[in-house]
């Protein structure tokens, strides 16, 4: 199982920026369930570690699963243009 917690998304921006030896990086950990009638929970955590520091935010977005991944990757590349101003 993915552990889907602000820290573990922390955790994985810091390790990307080091891999790459880039000024920033970008972590995305997510999960979807389906309950009952077809109810999709899903949850997402977005971290970037930068020259900055690091910010992580998280998130319930609503919707089946193609759905919630789209309106994730949006809310990270949002959350990342916000941290570059």
């Known amino acids: 199982t993915t552990d889907i917690n602000e820290a573990s998304a922390a955790e994985r921006a810091q390790s990307v920026r080091e891999q790459f030896g880039a000024d920033i990086g970008?972590?995305?950990c997510g999960?979807?369930?389906t309950?009952?009638?077809g109810t999709t929970k899903s949850r997402a955590c977005i971290a970037i570690s930068g020259k900055a520091g690091n910010r992580t935010i998280s998130a319930n977005y609503p919707g089946r699963?193609?759905?919630?991944?789209?309106?994730?990757?949006?809310?990270?590349l949002?959350?990342?243009?916000n941290y570059m101003q």
């Open 35 to 37: 309950e009952g009638e």
């Open 78 to 81: 949002v959350y990342l243009m």
């Open 65 to 76: 699963p193609p759905l919630a991944m789209r309106r994730t990757i949006n809310h990270a």
């Open 26 to 28: 970008l972590a995305v």
């Open 31 to 33: 999960k979807c369930e």
